[in-house]
C-alpha cells in the first residue's frame, strides 16, 4: 500500500481528498503545528522543518496546500517542499493546479500557479500536474460578497464549476498510479455565464441583489473545458443540497 502525504489537508480540497483515500493508501497529513492525531506529520513549507521526518517512508506527494493572498509564498513553499520530496526519495508528487492558469496574466495567484507547474516539472521529482476548474465552495463564496450590493453587474464570464467531491476522487486516482507529467483537466459538467451563476445564487439563498449582465470589455481567458466530460454534481444540485450551509472558504 502506497504511503501518501497531503499538503493543506486542512482546506477544503484537503477535507474532501482524505476520506477519498481512507483504505486505499496509508495516508499522512502535513501541519505546520503539533497534532495528535496519529496521521498527521508536524512539517513547515515555509523553512523546512520536519519535513524530512515527514517524508520518511513517504512514495507519494498530494500538494494542495496554497495560500491565494500570497501567491509567491506558493512558489517559495513549493521550491522547499521539492528540496525535501528529492533527498526523502519521493516517487510521486502530484500538484493540483487550475484550469487556464497560464493563459490569465492579470492575475498573480494564476501567475504563481503556473510558476510552480513549471518549477515541479524541472524539479527532477517524478510528477502530475493536475489542473481543476473552481470549485462550486469558492464560486458561491466570492458571489456571497458580491451580493451584498443592491445592483450588481456582471459581465458574461463562463466558469465550469466543479463538485471538490468528484475532483477529490479523480485527484486521488492520479495520486493512486504511476507519474504522467501532466493529467487531464478536472471540470464540472455545465460551462455557465457569471451573471447567472450570480442569479441562481441570489435565488437559492434569498440574496435581494438585481444581477445585471453587461457587455464584456474584451474577450475572456477561456477558465473553461466544455471539450472534456464534466464530473460531480451541477451547479443547480449542489444549490440545491448546500447554498445554506456555511461555507468553508468563509472560515
Known sequence: ??????????????????????????????SRHADPR????????????GLADALRGVSTVIHAASQPSRPQADVDMTGVLLAAAREAGVRHLVYVSIVGCDQVRAFPYYRAKTQVEALIAGSGVPCTVV?????????????????????????????QPVDVYAAAQQIAQVA????????????????????ELARTWADA??????????PAARRFTPL???????????????????ATRPNPYAG
Open 1 to 30: 500500500m502506497n504511503t501518501i502525504l497531503v499538503t493543506g489537508g486542512s482546506g477544503v480540497l484537503g477535507r474532501a481528498l482524505l476520506p477519498t483515500l481512507e483504505g486505499r493508501a496509508d495516508v499522512r497529513v502535513l
Open 38 to 49: 496519529p496521521t498527521y506529520r508536524q512539517g513547515d513549507l515555509s523553512s523546512g522543518a
Open 131 to 159: 489542473r481543476a476548474t473552481q470549485f462550486h465552495e469558492f464560486v458561491a463564496f466570492m458571489l456571497s460578497r458580491l451580493t451584498r450590493a443592491p445592483l450588481l453587474p456582471l459581465p458574461g464570464l463562463p466558469l
Open 176 to 195: 493512486l498510479g504511476a507519474p504522467q507529467g501532466r493529467a487531464p483537466d478536472i471540470v464540472g459538467p455545465q460551462v455557465l455565464p457569471l451573471p
Open 205 to 214: 439563498t434569498g440574496a435581494r441583489t438585481r444581477v445585471l449582465a453587461v
Open 224 to 242: 473553461t473545458r466544455s471539450d472534456l466530460s464534466g464530473v460531480g454534481r451541477t451547479w443547480a444540485e449542489w444549490l440545491a443540497q448546500e
